[in-house]
């Protein structure tokens, strides 16, 4: 069927609108899928951009870690790792990748490792292992590996992500502390001093020289009832409370103290205490230091009593001089009379007395040098052996029949360089005071022996020096003595024995005899326990000497020669010049050094001798004599002196080569002298 022309139009134009409608369609779904397009790209380089910043972060954050961060495969081969690794491991940047664990470690680590490695494989399991690595320079580092296996999409283990942690300064650090640690605890452990802490009045730790000192275990102080002030002696009580005093007002007592602490069974240590207050437990506690120092108290106590000693020597050293020539006027005077009266003379009976009481002032004055270690001796080397053997039969007279006498000598004793007089005065007066002590009856012991003293004794002991010695030790069995008598004994006039029954010079003179010997003396006593003396002499290495002194009989006391007598005491130099000149001597008298050289010099006769006082005002009695030698050179000197044996030696005086007499003296002992003196010289004729 035709269409007519206007059909056909409306058919095209239909059809033409269509291809329009279709041509629109068209070109807004290729808009809209170009705009899918866009907004696709957009979001995908997001994406793209967010990972990128992810893997930065990451790998920065990979690249700061202080640990190391590794990718090892199956061989342990390094396929990944960061700086930290790198510098764990001590190679170069870049040197790691490639190489594997086996190249830093030893055969039997590495062992070690793969049969963990192994394990991890199968059970394809994380594991965290710690193990040592040697570095291309040898340094050893010990290092701790977290290792997590990392599988395909198949479940297979592909490789090993691990994180290493260094170690070394760890390991090291806890090692330096283990090492302090142990330190500390064998200090605290090994101390000498007592060491404890304290905290609310508790003990929580005491060390071991604690628990000897004062007999406390650590179970015992710590259990609830037990109070540090049981631990402190009574005298030291109010100390130790007025510093909790002193805490509770905010005030901080002194660190360092000293207190009398108190032992379980009841023994007072003095002790000294170092404190500090430390946070223990979010406590404040005490840590606290106890040396004691029982030792450096008796230091202490022997030290004020040498010093004691010596004041009382000085004292009686200065009173010496004053005594001796009072006695010695007293007793010249008293024995010129008597040699004009007839023994049957009442009047001769009456100055024997007098004469008896001179000597006894005589001996006291004498005993008081002694003590001072200022009296003059006349050492010997002797044998301790042969005088106590020779004094044997004497002493068993002097203890009575009441007394054993036990005596121990030692085979090839030492010689010993002392007095042999003064040596027997201390055994008689020794012997004396343990017959004193044992009134009915006992023991007494006389033993000798050689010992070497070390530095170790010495310490200990204030008056000891190392060396040998030769000790001379007497015991008895008597009732002892206390710790304050043994503290005096040694003073002169200090005596326990009953008014008349002694003088209280008996061991203070033994005491200045084996002082003055160089020698020391050690006393041990309890009440009730008997008493030992120890007398330590030094060994000397001269030859034993044989001494025989033979007096001049009294007939042959008289002579005719000139002697000037010098003595600024007109006392003295009365009895001189008056004993002289009854005895036949020409004599000149001087008061002092300068009249008796303008008499010397003015002489118109020889002078045999001159007799002077060495300590005189102005000029002494050595400057005197020097002062003369141009004079007559060779002139003979007897010096005497009332002064002590040290202050005479100060000035130069005695040695072995010069006459010297001590003040007091009696006529005839003074008479022998100076014959002696002018028989051992030649005359010098005056000019």
């Given at each position: 069927?035709?269409?007519?022309?206007?059909?056909?139009?409306?058919?095209?134009?239909?059809?033409?609108?269509?291809?329009?409608?279709?041509?629109?369609?068209?070109?807004?779904?290729?808009?809209?899928?170009?705009?899918?397009?866009?907004?696709?790209?957009?979001?995908?380089?997001?994406?793209?951009?967010?990972?990128?910043?992810?893997?930065?972060?990451?790998?920065?954050?990979?690249?700061?870690?202080?640990?190391?961060?590794?990718?090892?495969?199956?061989?342990?081969?390094?396929?990944?790792?960061?700086?930290?690794?790198?510098?764990?491991?001590?190679?170069?940047?870049?040197?790691?990748?490639?190489?594997?664990?086996?190249?830093?470690?030893?055969?039997?680590?590495?062992?070690?490792?793969?049969?963990?490695?192994?394990?991890?494989?199968?059970?394809?399991?994380?594991?965290?292992?710690?193990?040592?690595?040697?570095?291309?320079?040898?340094?050893?580092?010990?290092?701790?590996?977290?290792?997590?296996?990392?599988?395909?999409?198949?479940?297979?283990?592909?490789?090993?992500?691990?994180?290493?942690?260094?170690?070394?300064?760890?390991?090291?650090?806890?090692?330096?502390?283990?090492?302090?640690?142990?330190?500390?605890?064998?200090?605290?452990?090994?101390?000498?001093?007592?060491?404890?802490?304290?905290?609310?009045?508790?003990?929580?730790?005491?060390?071991?020289?604690?628990?000897?000192?004062?007999?406390?275990?650590?179970?015992?102080?710590?259990?609830?009832?037990?109070?540090?002030?049981?631990?402190?002696?009574?005298?030291?009580?109010?100390?130790?409370?007025?510093?909790?005093?002193?805490?509770?007002?905010?005030?901080?007592?002194?660190?360092?103290?000293?207190?009398?602490?108190?032992?379980?069974?009841?023994?007072?240590?003095?002790?000294?205490?170092?404190?500090?207050?430390?946070?223990?437990?979010?406590?404040?506690?005490?840590?606290?230091?106890?040396?004691?120092?029982?030792?450096?108290?008796?230091?202490?106590?022997?030290?004020?009593?040498?010093?004691?000693?010596?004041?009382?020597?000085?004292?009686?050293?200065?009173?010496?001089?004053?005594?001796?020539?009072?006695?010695?006027?007293?007793?010249?005077?008293?024995?010129?009379?008597?040699?004009?009266?007839?023994?049957?003379?009442?009047?001769?009976?009456?100055?024997?007395?007098?004469?008896?009481?001179?000597?006894?002032?005589?001996?006291?004055?004498?005993?008081?040098?002694?003590?001072?270690?200022?009296?003059?001796?006349?050492?010997?080397?002797?044998?301790?052996?042969?005088?106590?053997?020779?004094?044997?039969?004497?002493?068993?007279?002097?203890?009575?029949?009441?007394?054993?006498?036990?005596?121990?000598?030692?085979?090839?004793?030492?010689?010993?360089?002392?007095?042999?007089?003064?040596?027997?005065?201390?055994?008689?007066?020794?012997?004396?005071?343990?017959?004193?002590?044992?009134?009915?009856?006992?023991?007494?012991?006389?033993?000798?022996?050689?010992?070497?003293?070390?530095?170790?004794?010495?310490?200990?002991?204030?008056?000891?020096?190392?060396?040998?010695?030769?000790?001379?030790?007497?015991?008895?069995?008597?009732?002892?003595?206390?710790?304050?008598?043994?503290?005096?004994?040694?003073?002169?006039?200090?005596?326990?024995?009953?008014?008349?029954?002694?003088?209280?010079?008996g061991l203070s003179t033994v005491f200045g005899i084996v002082k003055q010997s160089e020698g020391?003396?050690?006393?041990?006593?309890?009440?009730?326990?008997?008493?030992?003396?120890?007398?330590?002499?030094?060994?000397?290495?001269?030859?034993?000497?044989?001494?025989?002194?033979?007096?001049?009989?009294?007939?042959?006391?008289?002579?005719?020669?000139?002697?000037?007598?010098?003595?600024?005491?007109?006392?003295?130099?009365?009895?001189?010049?008056?004993?002289?000149?009854?005895?036949?001597?020409?004599?000149?008298?001087?008061?002092?050094?300068?009249?008796?050289?303008?008499?010397?010099?003015?002489?118109?006769?020889?002078?045999?001798?001159?007799?002077?006082?060495?300590?005189?005002?102005?000029?002494?009695?050595?400057?005197?004599?020097?002062?003369?030698?141009?004079?007559?050179?060779?002139?003979?000197?007897?010096?005497?002196?009332?002064?002590?044996?040290?202050?005479?030696?100060?000035?130069g005086i005695i040695d072995t080569n010069v006459s010297f007499i001590s003040k007091p003296f009696?006529?005839?002992?003074?008479?022998?002298?100076?014959?002696?003196?002018?028989?051992?010289?030649?005359?010098?004729?005056?000019?």
């Amino acid at each position: 069927m035709e269409k007519n022309p206007k059909e056909t139009e409306e058919l095209i134009l239909q059809i033409d609108t269509a291809r329009i409608f279709l041509a629109e369609e068209e070109e807004e779904e290729e808009e809209a899928s170009l705009v899918v397009s866009l907004k696709d790209i957009t979001e995908r380089k997001r994406a793209v951009e967010a990972l990128r910043e992810s893997e930065e972060k990451h790998r920065y954050l990979v690249e700061q870690m202080m640990d190391g961060i590794t990718v090892v495969d199956l061989e342990e081969r390094f396929l990944f790792v960061n700086p930290a690794a790198e510098h764990i491991f001590g190679d170069p940047k870049g040197g790691l990748v490639g190489r594997t664990l086996k190249d830093f470690m030893s055969t039997e680590e590495f062992d070690r490792i793969q049969r963990q490695t192994e394990e991890r494989r199968i059970h394809k399991s994380s594991n965290t292992y710690q193990t040592e690595i040697i570095r291309p320079d040898g340094e050893k580092r010990q290092i701790l590996v977290s290792a997590t296996p990392q599988l395909d999409e198949e479940g297979n283990l592909k490789d090993v992500f691990t994180m290493i942690k260094d170690l070394t300064e760890h390991k090291q650090a806890e090692e330096a502390l283990r090492e302090s640690e142990a330190q500390y605890r064998i200090l605290i452990e090994q101390s000498n001093d007592a060491i404890y802490l304290l905290c609310e009045g508790k003990f929580e730790i005491i060390n071991p020289r604690f628990s000897q000192m004062l007999g406390v275990t650590p179970e015992e102080v710590r259990e609830a009832d037990f109070n540090f002030m049981d631990l402190v002696a009574p005298q030291s009580r109010p100390l130790i409370e007025e510093r909790e005093r002193m805490r509770e007002r905010g005030e901080e007592p002194p660190r360092q103290y000293e207190f009398t602490a108190l032992s379980k069974d009841g023994r007072e240590i003095p002790v000294e205490a170092s404190v500090t207050r430390i946070l223990y437990k979010e406590k404040f506690a005490t840590q606290g230091i106890l040396h004691d120092i029982t030792e450096r108290k008796k230091l202490e106590a022997q030290f004020r009593q040498a010093q004691k000693m010596e004041a009382v020597g000085r004292l009686a050293g200065g009173v010496a001089h004053d005594f001796n020539n009072l006695l010695t006027v007293i007793g010249g005077n008293t024995s010129l009379a008597m040699m004009t009266l007839m023994p049957d003379d009442p009047l001769y009976h009456d100055l024997t007395q007098v004469q008896k009481a001179a000597e006894r002032a005589s001996n006291l004055t004498r005993q008081l040098l002694v003590f001072s270690r200022k009296q003059q001796m006349q050492p010997k080397v002797i044998s301790v052996n042969s005088l106590i053997q020779n004094m044997e039969k004497m002493l068993g007279r002097l203890i009575g029949e009441d007394i054993n006498i036990d005596i121990q000598l030692a085979e090839d004793l030492w010689k010993v360089k002392i007095d042999p007089g003064q040596f027997e005065q201390i055994i008689m007066n020794l012997c004396i005071n343990a017959r004193d002590a044992m009134r009915d009856g006992g023991l007494l012991s006389l033993e000798t022996k050689n010992i070497i003293l070390t530095d170790d004794y010495t310490a200990v002991h204030v008056d000891a020096y190392p060396g040998s010695f030769v000790v001379f030790k007497i015991s008895d069995t008597g009732c002892g003595m206390t710790k304050d008598v043994i503290s005096n004994i040694f003073d002169p006039f200090f005596t326990t024995k009953a008014e008349g029954e002694g003088t209280g010079l008996g061991l203070s003179t033994v005491f200045g005899i084996v002082k003055q010997s160089e020698g020391f003396i050690n006393v041990y006593s309890e009440p009730g326990e008997g008493t030992t003396f120890k007398i330590y002499l030094p060994r000397t290495e001269e030859d034993v000497e044989q001494h025989i002194q033979e007096l001049l009989p009294e007939g042959k006391l008289h002579g005719k020669e000139t002697i000037l007598v010098v003595e600024d005491e007109e006392g003295v130099r009365n009895i001189a010049v008056r004993t002289l000149k009854r005895f036949g001597y020409k004599v000149i008298e001087a008061e002092n050094g300068g009249e008796g050289y303008l008499k010397c010099r003015n002489a118109n006769y020889p002078i045999d001798l001159i007799i002077t006082d060495i300590i005189m005002p102005e000029m002494n009695g050595k400057e005197f004599v020097e002062s003369i030698k141009e004079i007559c050179p060779d002139v003979k000197v007897l010096y005497m002196s009332g002064y002590t044996y040290n202050i005479i030696a100060k000035k130069g005086i005695i040695d072995t080569n010069v006459s010297f007499i001590s003040k007091p003296f009696e006529s005839l002992p003074f008479l022998r002298k100076v014959r002696e003196t002018l028989d051992k010289k030649q005359r010098c004729p005056a000019d």
